[in-house]
């Protein structure tokens, strides 16, 4: 357990929280909420306490991390708008988490179970007294450790020695977790997960997350086969209903609520999609916070086979949930009306051009997404005085260019009515620089429908997405990691005393050599020139 929550505080990066906190926050804790009191509702029924009922609700209410980055890193979408929010959702949800783990035991007596006693003022400085400890241990761990940790590592890392630099590491899981349990009464779980925290923000957290990520897989496999030797799968056949129950609340309850939540925030129905599929499952958080349910006496061991069998039945479904909510979102792009409806609740003067700008765009690029990539794309075009309409998926992106006077929409390219608000009719070319492929073939139909003449220039990340865009006759297509082998190589060959001439023959037979890469229409197939973007005087005088 120890590494597997070194692990989660690895990837545990307050960077990302504060980029998304504007729904993160918020969203993450009124899911919690929702969650807990259907859980909680569930066991009155049942004729449980409302302590129980509270331990319960949490425990469902949290999804793994684990899993989630998993899932995310599977389908591409990790580094994407809608997976930097569903990891910070769920970097809300563990925080939370940490806290009902801190204040849980000493809350227990008052609850139903074993731990506090006394009347309100002894339950008062029990929660004062625990609270006081866990603030200590943060400031020497968050302020002291961020700087020994780090100072620690670096040293050693001087060494060259990797096997040094991994004991190390582990070293500071350990160290961390056990002192923090020694001293400061803090379970080892959360101890391990500070020290995943301090070093996430050092110069060291790519190293060390490689140097014990075979260890940390190794121990999370023992931690989940420890957790299913502890489950009883005759509470399949004895309470069928109540499992079915539990799951309905992991896989809709929680989905739905967050759908709603996300849709409410103003953001389009994809993004809420991916985080409503990403809470479809639980965790171990709530494998923890069950088992110290469990230990205090507050609930029974029937709840954490309830617990153990909703996480084991939704982590195996939820690969199939993404699945059902992929299929949900193409049916909602075939009901343009359904889609605006769900997704009215955005600033609409972000989705389309400001009145004055409308009638200027003629002969113009469209650049779909200002990441790394698109930002590049968009500033070289508009070094040139070139004109270009930016379309993101990030408002809070979209609100910044347009305070710098730059022309941009707010919305995903792939829903109708976006790229008509682009004046992709009117439009040259057209740059996709995001990497979901499927999205980037539903744009190019749609932009094609718009303007069957319209140029393309398109990111992939596959081999496989090349040669399918090929297929559709696109004008360039391109592929990161072949496009740096191709720089490297151009500077080897100079560099080996090849001409310059020489290497730009070599690099460019092997762009379209059809391995991959960057592709351009073949030689059979007529060429269409690279447009001239820039406005002529007369379409100037035509817009004015």
Do not use: C
């Not at 020694?182 to 140097?211: K, N, Q, T």
């Not at 049916?331 to 009145?355: K, N, V």
């Not at 003629?362 to 070139?386: D, P, T």
């Not at 792939?414 to 620089?433: F, H, K, M």
């Amino acid at each position: 357990m120890i590494l597997l929550m070194f692990g989660v505080g690895l990837h545990f990066s307050i960077k990302d929280l504060v980029a998304v906190r504007r729904i993160a926050i918020p969203g993450a804790l009124v899911q919690i909420v929702v969650a807990a009191l259907l859980g909680a509702g569930l066991v009155h029924l049942w004729g449980w306490t409302t302590g129980a009922g509270l331990v319960f609700g949490l425990a469902l209410s949290v999804a793994s991390t684990v899993v989630l980055l998993r899932a995310l890193e599977q389908r591409n979408t990790l580094d994407s708008i809608n997976g930097r929010i569903a990891v910070g959702w769920l970097i809300v949800e563990d925080l939370v988490m940490v806290l009902a783990l801190v204040l849980l035991p000493a809350l227990g007596r008052a609850l139903g179970g074993e731990g506090a006693s006394g009347g309100a003022g002894d339950i008062a400085l029990v929660l004062l007294v625990t609270l006081g400890k866990v603030a200590l241990f943060l400031a020497l761990v968050l302020i002291v450790g961020t700087r020994a940790a780090p100072w620690i590592l670096e040293r050693v890392a001087r060494t060259g020695s990797r096997e040094l630099f991994t004991l190390s590491v582990l070293a500071t899981a350990l160290g961390i977790a056990f002192g923090s349990a020694a001293l400061f009464g803090v379970s080892f779980a959360l101890g391990a997960f500070f020290a995943g925290v301090i070093l996430s923000e050092s110069d060291f957290s790519h190293r060390a997350a490689a140097d014990s990520l075979p260890l940390q897989d190794a121990f999370a496999v023992l931690f989940f086969v420890s957790v299913g030797m502890l489950f009883d799968p005759g509470i399949l056949v004895r309470e069928p209903s109540a499992v079915l129950a539990v799951l309905a609340i992991i896989l809709a309850g929680k989905s739905v609520a967050a759908f709603g939540i996300v849709l409410a925030f103003g953001y389009p129905a994809r993004t809420a999609l991916t985080v409503s599929a990403s809470l479809a499952q639980i965790g171990e958080f709530s494998f923890i916070l069950i088992g110290l349910g469990v230990t205090l006496g507050l609930v029974e061991a029937e709840a954490r086979d309830l617990v153990l069998a909703g996480a084991l039945l939704s982590i195996t479904l939820n690969p199939l949930v993404f699945i059902a909510f992929d299929g949900f979102e193409r049916w909602l792009r075939r009901r343009p009306r359904l889609l605006a409806l769900l997704e009215r609740g955005g600033d609409e003067s972000l989705s389309r051009l400001p009145d004055a700008k409308h009638s200027s765009f003629r002969h113009h690029a469209v650049v779909v997404g200002y990441g790394r990539v698109g930002r590049v794309v968009g500033r070289m075009l508009k070094s040139e005085g070139l004109p270009v309409i930016l379309v993101d998926k990030d408002r809070r992106r979209v609100e910044a260019l347009r305070e710098r006077g730059i022309t941009a929409i707010y919305g995903e390219a792939s829903t109708p009515g976006i790229l008509e608000a682009a004046d992709i009719a009117q439009a040259r070319l057209l740059v996709i620089a995001t990497p979901d492929g499927f999205q980037t073939r539903r744009i190019i139909e749609i932009a094609r429908e718009l303007n069957p003449e319209i140029d393309t220039a398109i990111r992939t990340h596959s081999e496989a997405e090349v040669a399918h865009l090929e297929g559709q006759g696109v004008g360039l297509a391109i592929m990161g990691a072949r496009e740096l082998s191709f720089g490297l190589a151009g500077y080897a060959l100079r560099s080996l005393g090849i001409s310059k001439k020489r290497v730009a023959a070599i690099v460019q037979k092997e762009r379209v050599s059809g391995e991959g890469g960057a592709f351009e229409r073949r030689p059979d197939i007529p060429p269409r020139e690279a447009p001239e973007l820039r406005q002529r005087r007369g379409d100037d005088e035509d817009a004015g």
